[in-house]
């Protein structure tokens, strides 16, 4: 069966990482978590001292940088070279860092490489902000995954309650409303639908429903194929 590349984009608490887990795991295909990226060069940063502005710090940093996605005993793990940082990459902190990070060429040119060589090979679902605008134009089947701020924030909330990680509701709304304002109108790859993206607004409807309509696209274009 021909294995395709998925690009799912989206603001922040869309569903694109419950959804894009549950199609890798059905399809038994590689996920990709592309914000993760972002996240860890926003961590490395810090650790560093380097702060967003500063292109020639960030553009040393991701040189040497050795961001690898690796299976161990808790599933598919980010590593910086040796150190798992799947945890100390999922702060409200990190979460601002990385969107300020993402909107810096030299960064954005670092991953891009990183994450191409990552597609090479298909049989992968991406998600992220620009996989079917920029990474990926050609990718076989593109979704654009939205809902309503309000819904995204509570759905955030509770992932960050059942982490401990708990911040007030409002801030986590206000939070998640700068990230869409800066991911949306940054000059490079913003976060904007592909022009042939499937475009599902999951407001009232439940990940399991997205992913059904999901999985009629992809079994659509897989036959076709055939
Ligand atoms: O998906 P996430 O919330 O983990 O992403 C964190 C930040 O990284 C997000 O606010 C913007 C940036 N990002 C990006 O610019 N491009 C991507 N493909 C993925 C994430």
């Known amino acids: 069966m021909k294995k395709l590349l998925i690009t799912?984009?989206?603001?922040?608490?869309?569903?694109?990482?419950?959804?894009?887990?549950?199609?890798?795991?059905?399809?038994?295909?590689?996920y990709i978590d592309t914000g993760a990226l972002y996240r860890g060069v926003a961590l490395e940063a810090r650790e560093n001292g380097i702060p967003p502005e500063d292109d020639q710090g960030l553009e040393a940093l991701c040189k040497g940088l050795e961001l690898a996605f690796i299976r161990n005993e808790n599933g598919v793990r980010?590593?910086?070279?040796?150190?798992?940082?799947?945890?100390?990459?999922?702060?409200?902190?990190?979460?601002?860092?990385?969107?300020?990070?993402?909107?810096?060429?030299?960064?954005?040119?670092?991953?891009?490489?990183?994450?191409?060589?990552?597609?090479?090979?298909?049989?992968?679902?991406?998600e992220g902000r620009d996989m079917g605008t920029v990474v990926f134009p050609d990718a076989d089947v593109k979704f654009f995954l939205t809902a309503d701020l309000n819904?995204?924030?509570?759905?955030?909330?509770?992932?960050?309650?059942?982490?401990?990680?708990?911040?007030?509701f409002e801030e986590v709304e206000k939070d998640?409303?700068?990230r869409?304002?800066?991911?949306?109108?940054?000059?490079?790859?913003?976060?904007?639908?592909?022009q042939d993206a499937v475009f599902i607004d999951s407001t009232e409807i439940s990940a399991q429903s997205v992913i059904d309509q999901m999985m009629k696209h992809i079994r659509k274009k897989i036959d076709d194929a055939a």
């Open 8 to 30: 799912i984009d989206g603001p922040a608490g869309a569903g694109k990482t419950t959804v894009s887990r549950a199609l890798a795991e059905r399809l038994q295909y590689r």
């Open 78 to 126: 980010l590593y910086s070279g040796e150190t798992d940082i799947s945890d100390a990459i999922r702060t409200p902190e990190m979460s601002m860092m990385a969107s300020a990070v993402s909107a810096r060429m030299v960064v954005r040119k670092a991953l891009l490489d990183i994450q191409r060589r990552m597609g090479a090979e298909k049989g992968a679902v991406f």
């Open 151 to 168: 819904v995204r924030a509570i759905r955030r909330h509770r992932e960050l309650e059942e982490k401990q990680a708990a911040q007030k």
């Open 176 to 178: 998640m409303a700068l």
């Open 180 to 194: 869409d304002a800066a991911d949306s109108s940054r000059a490079l790859a913003p976060l904007k639908p592909a």
